[in-house]
């Protein structure tokens, strides 16, 4: 007897049945968020330390505040940490306006306008997403104003040697500590989120965002042999 088996076929029926594969889906994107640029001059050494040692570690702080404040808590207790933030920087700010108008008045009544010329003055241009950044950057530039006219003052023979270093110095410790606070706040935050279990929910809203939304500092121009006014020109 022979064996004739016919050919294994699909029957339209069976194929009007088989699902279609499920869509592709398409590659994530990060989001995309606003950022500021704004260029920062510092004529001299004084300012330029703070730059480095303390300004980019504290205005990523204050980048990844707002992001974890966001998953913490509700917006109402997020701007209460961001306007305490600023009004601190806002504080240092006047207090440092006040010591430099103080100074300011020195040269004034000797008639002296000229300022002097920096061997190694930068122009930087910064690019920040935090509000809060933009009035640091201020209380950098209010710094830099302010070691400028103790150098004139000092060159006017109006402050002796002693206040010509530890004025600037005084200053840049305060500023340096103020950066330090605002660095511990962060921290502390990053510790309630991880007793509230949501490290990883930080950790995605930051990736999210661009991962470590660390400012950053492009040099744009040479300023050496400039004075303040030229600098600012």
Do not use: C
């Not at 404040?69 to 440092?96: G, P, R, S």
């Not at 061997?119 to 950098?140: C, D, G, H």
């Not at 402050?159 to 500590?177: D, I, M, S």
Request: glycine residues 4%.
């Amino acid at each position: 007897m022979s064996d004739n088996k016919q050919p294994l076929t699909t029957s339209p029926t069976t194929l009007a049945r088989t699902p279609p594969p499920p869509p592709r889906r398409p590659a994530s994107r990060k989001f995309s968020r606003p950022l500021m640029k704004r260029k920062i001059t510092l004529l001299t050494g004084h300012a330029q330390r703070v730059m480095e040692r303390s300004f980019y570690p504290t205005a990523a702080s204050l980048g990844r505040l707002s992001t974890i404040m966001y998953v913490l808590a509700d917006e109402e207790q997020t701007d209460q940490l961001n306007t305490l933030i600023v009004e601190k920087l806002d504080a240092f700010i006047a207090d440092l306006e006040a010591q430099t108008a103080t100074t300011r008045g020195l040269l004034d009544d000797e008639g002296i306008t000229e300022t002097p010329e920096y061997s190694n003055a930068q122009i930087l241009e910064v690019t920040f997403m935090s509000p809060a950044v933009y009035r640091l950057i201020k209380a950098m530039s209010q710094f830099d104003s302010f070691a400028v006219l103790i150098d004139t003052a000092w060159f006017a023979a109006l402050v002796g040697n002693q206040e010509h270093t530890n004025l600037p110095y005084t200053w840049r410790n305060k500023f340096l500590a103020l950066n330090t606070e605002i660095i511990e706040l962060e921290r502390r935050a990053q510790k309630s989120a991880a007793s509230a279990g949501k490290s990883d929910e930080v950790e995605t809203a930051l990736h999210d965002i661009d991962a470590d939304p660390v400012p950053v500092a492009t040099s744009v121009d040479d300023t050496a042999g400039k004075s303040l006014e030229e600098a600012a020109a």
